[in-house]
């Protein structure tokens, strides 16, 4: 967050819009009830306090510091001494978006008439607004949410000046620190070995060779595993066949004899010729 320097935000005086008096006492009760311990007083837009943190109507920092100051106004051609409330505050990055494009200018307080039940006058926000005011006054109005409150438009457009961020020593060499290892690092940096590749040896005759051998070798397994059943099968048949012819070899022929011719008739050998 970015803290603004002092700019002046209230004026004792008339008012302009309602013809009320703003009495000087009230800037000297702000500056002595302001603590940011016990009470922040947050920014915001035309004094509108939303329930959402996006814009445009979410917060936009804190008023951390307050201080009196007497300043010379001419009014009417009359020079005046008057009593001004000045603010610093603690940007967080939204004001200075709006200042870049001259957006909401006026600065305008919100006051409580007792702060925290003292009976004080004190300042509860600060909002930032397109209303301007006449010249060494300021406008009031009541809060319509808080009928104790009181609105004040600033006379002029602020002009707000940050003021400049002390520099960080330990930052600035640790990164002079990271900026030199990492050069260092990029030069000490090495190529990585790439691994060495072994020459191919030329083809020739006896790898071939050795290749077609070793192809047929694996063939003539595959053939012999595939017809090994077959075989298997074929020399089994084989060898009952053999057994049986042998036991059949050996076996003993039993005898037969002719049997004769029927005598039963003395005619039975006699052929008849018709």
Same mark, same amino acid.
Not at 153 to 180: R, Y
């Given at each position: 967050? @970015? +803290?603004?320097?002092? !700019?002046?935000?209230?004026?004792?005086?008339? *008012?302009?819009?309602?013809?009320?008096?703003?009495?000087?006492?009230?800037?000297?009760?702000?500056?002595?009830? !302001?603590? *940011?311990?016990?009470?922040?007083?947050?920014?915001?837009? #035309?004094?509108?306090?939303?329930?959402?943190?996006?814009?445009? =109507?979410?917060?936009?920092?804190?008023?951390?510091?307050?201080?009196?100051?007497?300043?010379?106004?001419?009014?009417? /051609? +009359?020079?005046?001494?008057? &009593?001004?409330?000045?603010?610093?505050?603690?940007?967080?990055?939204?004001?200075?978006?709006?200042? #870049?494009?001259?957006?909401?200018?006026?600065?305008?307080?919100?006051?409580?008439?007792?702060?925290?039940?003292?009976?004080?006058?004190?300042?509860?926000?600060?909002?930032?607004?397109?209303?301007?005011?006449?010249?060494?006054?300021?406008?009031?109005?009541?809060?319509?949410?808080?009928?104790?409150?009181? =609105?004040?438009?600033?006379?002029?457009?602020?002009?707000?000046?940050?003021? $400049? +961020? $002390?520099?960080? $020593?330990?930052?600035?060499?640790?990164?002079?620190?990271? /900026?030199?290892?990492?050069?260092?690092?990029?030069?000490?940096? @090495?190529? %990585?070995?790439?691994?060495? #590749?072994? %020459?191919?040896?030329?083809?020739?005759?006896?790898?071939?060779?050795?290749?077609?051998?070793?192809?047929? #070798?694996?063939?003539?397994?595959?053939?012999?595993?595939?017809? &090994?059943?077959?075989?298997?099968?074929?020399?089994?048949?084989?060898?009952?066949?053999?057994?049986?012819?042998?036991?059949?070899?050996?076996?003993?022929?039993?005898? =037969?004899?002719?049997?004769?011719?029927?005598?039963?008739?003395?005619?039975?050998?006699?052929?008849?010729?018709?």
């Amino acid at each position: 967050m @970015a +803290k603004s320097k002092f !700019f002046r935000a209230f004026v004792e005086g008339q *008012t302009i819009s309602d013809g009320r008096k703003i009495d000087g006492t009230w800037i000297d009760q702000i500056a002595q009830t !302001f603590n *940011t311990e016990t009470y922040t007083p947050r920014i915001n837009i #035309e004094h509108i306090s939303g329930y959402s943190p996006e814009p445009p =109507f979410n917060g936009y920092g804190n008023v951390v510091a307050v201080k009196v100051q007497t300043d010379e106004f001419t009014i009417a /051609g +009359k020079t005046e001494q008057r &009593k001004a409330l000045y603010c610093q505050i603690d940007d967080n990055g939204q004001l200075a978006g709006l200042v #870049e494009k001259g957006q909401k200018p006026f600065p305008s307080v919100e006051l409580t008439d007792s702060y925290a039940g003292t009976g004080k006058v004190g300042l509860i926000g600060l909002a930032f607004t397109d209303k301007p005011a006449s010249i060494g006054t300021q406008a009031l109005q009541f809060s319509r949410s808080a009928p104790g409150s009181l =609105f004040s438009d600033g006379p002029e457009a602020v002009t707000l000046e940050f003021e $400049p +961020k $002390p520099a960080d $020593p330990t930052g600035i060499a640790e990164a002079i620190k990271s /900026g030199f290892a990492s050069v260092a690092a990029l030069f000490s940096r @090495a190529e %990585p070995e790439k691994p060495k #590749e072994e %020459p191919k040896k030329p083809a020739n005759d006896n790898d071939m060779a050795a290749f077609a051998t070793a192809i047929g #070798e694996q063939v003539a397994t595959a053939i012999a595993a595939g017809t &090994k059943p077959a075989n298997d099968a074929i020399a089994a048949f084989d060898a009952r066949f053999t057994a049986l012819e042998a036991k059949l070899e050996s076996t003993e022929q039993p005898q =037969f004899s002719q049997r004769q011719p029927a005598t039963g008739s003395p005619t039975a050998g006699n052929v008849t010729d018709c």
